[in-house]
């Protein structure tokens, strides 16, 4: 019995993984994996990058995008997992504008390019932080969402899911991330400048606070890593 569930934990974690490969907008799903997506280099492991000095931490990425979704500024934009984002910790999302002359389905988005949108970061309860669904809002969710800043200039957009998976993360190496490249054209935009910019990678450190998680004594604070949300 012992032997049997032990075995049973050990193929539950190595299926733990997954990918982001569909969007969503406004409610309505992509049917097809790695249309707006660019297609990830774990479409088939689905696992996640452990090293944040990689430029796998920009998109991740194993070929150019194939097409590009529009959606207004202010609505909501969707990543569906594959198959449910099966370990705890923040999920963000963080956008790059395309320059006009590029194309969007090639353009490398490496330097300072990106602000962070939104953010799904834990909840402080009343017992402090836990690695359950009730600190992290995100946990086990098939679908994670976040609204287009109704500021953001109207253009072409790379987003950037990312999923940080904390439950191996005692030492600095141990976070996963999980993440994809969506292309999207925004339209209806404001005239805000977005920011903070920072760059993937760069805007990580292994040691970062918030890709190190102790399960016991459990952390008083966290916050998930990189700038803060663009204010809008
Ligand atoms: C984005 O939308 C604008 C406005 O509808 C359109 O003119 C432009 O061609 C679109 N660009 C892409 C890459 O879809
Ligand atoms: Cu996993």
Redo the contacts with the bound molecule.
């Keep these: 019995m012992h032997l049997l569930s032990s075995l049973w934990l050990l193929a539950a974690t190595a299926e733990a993984h997954y990918r982001f490969s569909r969007i969503v907008v406004n409610g309505v799903a992509e049917t097809k994996e790695w249309t707006a997506v660019r297609q990830t280099k774990n479409y088939q492991s689905n696992a996640g990058v452990t090293d944040v000095n990689s430029p796998d931490m920009r998109c991740f990425q194993m070929r150019p995008g194939t097409s ?1 979704a ?1 959606i207004a500024a202010g609505e909501t934009l969707g990543f569906i997992a594959a198959s449910s984002v099966s370990h705890f910790g923040p999920v963000q999302f963080y956008m790059a504008k395309v320059p006009e002359s590029a194309d ?1 389905n090639t353009w490398e988005p490496a330097g300072n390019v990106w602000f962070k949108a939104a953010k799904i970061d834990a909840v402080k309860g009343a017992g402090g932080y836990t690695s359950g669904p009730d600190t992290w809002p995100a946990y086990q969710k098939q679908q994670v969402e976040f609204q287009i800043p109704k500021n953001v200039p ?3 957009y790379l987003v950037r899911v990312e999923s940080i998976a904390l439950h191996q993360a005692s030492n600095p190496g141990g976070a996963q991330i999980y993440l994809s490249c969506a292309q999207i ?1 925004v ?1 209806g935009g404001g005239n805000g400048t977005p920011g903070p910019l920072v760059a993937f990678p760069g805007a990580y450190k292994s040691n970062d606070p918030g890709l190190i998680w102790s399960y016991y004594p459990v952390k008083t604070s966290y916050t998930a890593p990189g700038p803060a949300v663009w204010s809008g």
Excluded: D, L
């Design positions: 590009t529009t969007i109207s253009g072409k054209n339209t």
